[in-house]
């Protein structure tokens, strides 16, 4: 069947038990669309949020590595894995705190572990080392040397604490900086402890401003499969990617500049005043004249062109084309 040029952004609530690269093929069949992408790979045992972006939403899939990310992490509190899931080979740990636990002990403990600090990555993972990942070493016996990368831990809550048969699990919710490693989390939140810890669940609910609340299920989109029309009006529009960045609106000489990959000066923009240097989403706006806006809420109609990066002095200022959208103007 022949492919569609579907531009987007698609919020999905990947299931259990499969890849995220397997999840993102079986979207893309179902849309049969020409160019897709992911970003934030879940492991097969994790569930939860995964953007996937369509069409010209690839350019700006750098946007959403760098964001925060939020978890649900639930971990099993007194024994060892060899890779820090339920996956790995189990080894009991002594933890002689387990019967005097409470719920505002551990939430102490987790409050401890907040702020800047250094996180050695498992080897259980898919950095690499000489171009093999490490998991492939792991598994043949082999300890490779990483080096401790720096991490942010924003929020940890402790939010459930249950006892069942002697054993005791967490749920744990976080939101870190890139490149933290939840199954060493775990097991750093248990060694406060004087124990050691597994996730047995984990399920990412947010990455940056987008929340899995507004995501779709595989069963949900497939009982679209065929209805091409209902099926992108699931998809949210590019610019989704990008709600941290400040918005700067161009007027249509300035943006027909832009679109061709001018720099331009944006010393007479509306929202000149309140922005200040860096990158920024850009947008084509209808003026009809110096401060005057199209629009009976005030607001021009807009379309999103791409991202920029401003240089102003408050008053006045350059844009520089950064990314942009083809075809716009």
Known sequence: ??????????????????????????????????????????????????????????????????????????????????????????????????????????????????????????????????GKPLYEYARQGVEVERKARSIHIHRMDVTELTNTDGHHEVVLSVTCSKGTYVRTLAEDFAGRLGTSAYLTGLRRTGIGALSVAQAYTVGQLKSNEGDFDALDALLSPVDALLSSLPALHLDAALAKRFSHGQRVP?????????????????????????????????????????TGNLETDGRGGLLRPERLIQGIL
């Open 1 to 130: 069947m022949p492919r569609r040029p579907v531009s987007g952004v698609l919020l999905l609530d990947k299931g259990l038990g499969e890849s995220s690269n397997q999840a993102l093929q079986h979207i893309k069949r179902l849309y049969r669309a020409e160019k897709t992408g992911h970003t934030g790979t879940l492991d097969p045992l994790a569930s939860g949020l995964l953007p996937l972006m369509f069409g010209e939403a690839t350019k700006f899939a750098a946007d959403l590595i760098d964001a925060d990310k939020t978890y649900e992490a639930r971990l099993r509190l007194g024994f060892s894995s060899t890779t820090g899931d339920a996956e790995g080979v189990l080894t009991a740990v002594p933890f002689g705190q387990a019967s005097q636990l409470t719920l505002a002990q551990l939430q102490g403990v987790a409050q401890g572990m907040l702020g800047e600090q250094e996180q050695v990555p498992p080897m259980f993972s898919a950095l690499k080392k000489d």
């Open 266 to 306: 944006v010393g007479e923009v509306m929202n000149m005043s309140a922005m200040r240097s860096g990158r920024v989403r850009v947008y084509a706006s209808q003026q009809t004249g110096a401060g005057e806006m199209n629009g009976s809420d005030g607001q021009a109609p807009s379309v999103f062109m791409g």
